[in-house]
């Protein structure tokens, strides 16, 4: 006779699978009741759609996510007075998903906070070089966004792209990537991020640009048309076209812009920002076009490059600049640099006389010794001696920044 306690445990157990099988089927049936339901959503929507495809969403092959922060202190000796302290600060946000061969898409968001550093006082305007700072609080961090773009591309002979974009001009414009720069600071007429003080340097619009090899050379071109954010009536487009000799390591290139500077819709000040000797925005708007060459050369420890432009603005006196840049890694680590500015800013109203007045010519001189110990941290300090345009007074002023890439 069997054991009772043992009929008991098989009779719970076969009990038990059967429950067990019950609630499996019944969790089946929920997911075959769902999955109609989706199936029958997905008809309903490519019926209203007219049969078009939907766009898949999260379905980047690749997603990538970088940035790096930056930060400038800087010591300011003036004809008059000194000043030393926090200039500015950054952190800057690189998102691009990449969703087939041709497809991608890239974003830059970025913050920062600046504290002026002005070469001259706009209070004191008859009193030469007495820098100072113009306060700033971190709790109101400013946002910018310097490239939002789509890109379509087909090889290296063709790529479209479209959106927030940076213009082809000027060494340090097309470099763009911050912790890159060997010398810190901007040339004196790109100093202003992301402005147009004699090129854009950005635009909202589209471009497309590609290279064609020619044996061990290749010729580079950038085509680009859109508006600036502050003036979205107003079209501007130009043009880069550029020959590399590879076994030189020599590219020479030439540029042609035109568009529309915009007055400010607040009356500017007559004084500039970031260390720079002039306003960030010009009082009187105007029609331009300009020209100009650039060189990039880079061969073994040396590298070199070099840009000049001419811009003719209508009814005021022209723009003039150029700027030449050499650096030697005299160690794996190690670079030093020297860079000369030249910048003519033509004329604007001046608004202490509420006439139009030449705004003058400023030149700089800039010794550089940069410090790289390892390939995500950059160490500079750069010596900058600025001659003030209209005046013979000048302006010495020592820069330490560091950025670090991630």
Same mark, same amino acid.
């Given at each position: 006779?069997? !054991? ?22 019944? $969790?089946?049936?929920?997911?075959? &009741? ?48 000194? $000043?030393?302290?926090h200039m500015v600060s ?5 998102? &691009? ?53 789509? $890109? ?146 880079? &061969? ?16 005021? $006196? ?45 030149t700089e001189h800039v ?6 110990? !390892?390939?995500?941290v950059r160490l500079r300090?750069?010596?900058?001696? !600025? ?20």
């Amino acid at each position: 006779m069997k !054991n009772p306690l043992t009929i008991s445990v098989a009779m719970l157990a076969v009990a038990a699978m059967a429950s067990a099988q019950e609630g499996v089927q019944a $969790e089946i049936d929920a997911l075959k &009741k769902r999955v109609n339901e989706l199936e029958d959503s997905q008809e309903k929507n490519e019926e209203m759609l007219g049969g078009r495809a939907l766009v898949q969403a999260f379905s980047a092959r690749s997603l990538d996510f970088g940035g790096h922060v930056t930060s400038l202190f800087t010591y300011i000796d003036g004809e008059s007075d000194s $000043e030393a302290g926090h200039m500015v600060s950054l952190v800057e946000l690189y998102l &691009k998903a990449r969703i087939d061969d041709h497809w991608s898409a890239f974003a830059t968001p970025g913050f920062y906070t600046f504290n002026g550093a002005l070469l001259d006082n706009p209070a004191t305007p008859f009193v030469a070089g007495d820098p100072l700072f113009v306060a700033d609080d971190i709790s109101q961090a400013k946002t910018f966004l310097s490239r939002l773009v789509t $890109e379509w591309r087909n090889g290296d002979a063709l790529v479209l792209r479209g959106g927030v974009l940076g213009t082809p001009h000027g060494v340090t414009n097309r470099e763009y990537f911050l912790p890159s720069r060997i010398v810190g600071q901007a040339n004196l007429h790109a100093r202003y991020f992301l402005t147009n003080t004699l090129y854009p340097q950005i635009v909202e619009g589209a471009s497309a640009s590609g290279k064609h090899v020619l044996g061990q050379n290749w010729i580079e071109y950038d085509v680009y048309f859109g508006a600036e954010d502050n003036s979205a009536a107003d079209g501007i487009g130009g043009a880069r076209l550029g020959y590399t000799l590879s076994d030189f390591g020599l590219t020479v290139a030439a540029n042609y812009g035109r568009g529309t500077r915009e007055a400010t819709a607040a009356p500017a000040t007559n004084f500039g920002i970031l260390q720079s000797p002039f306003a960030p925005a010009f009082n009187l708007g105007r029609d331009y076009q300009f020209g100009g060459l650039d060189f990039d050369y880079r &061969k073994g420890d040396v590298l070199m490059r070099s840009e000049a432009y001419y811009s003719a603005e209508d009814g005021f $006196e022209d723009q003039r600049a150029a700027s030449i840049e050499g650096s030697w890694f005299f160690q794996p680590q190690w670079s030093a640099s020297y860079r000369f500015d030249f910048y003519d800013r033509g004329e604007d109203l001046n608004l202490f006389t509420t006439t139009v007045l030449p705004l003058g010519t400023s030149t700089e001189h800039v010794f550089g010794l940069s410090y790289n110990p !390892n390939d995500s941290v950059r160490l500079r300090l750069d010596l900058h001696h !600025n001659n003030l345009p209209g005046s013979d007074d000048t302006v010495d002023y020592l820069n330490f920044s560091w950025s670090i890439s991630f």
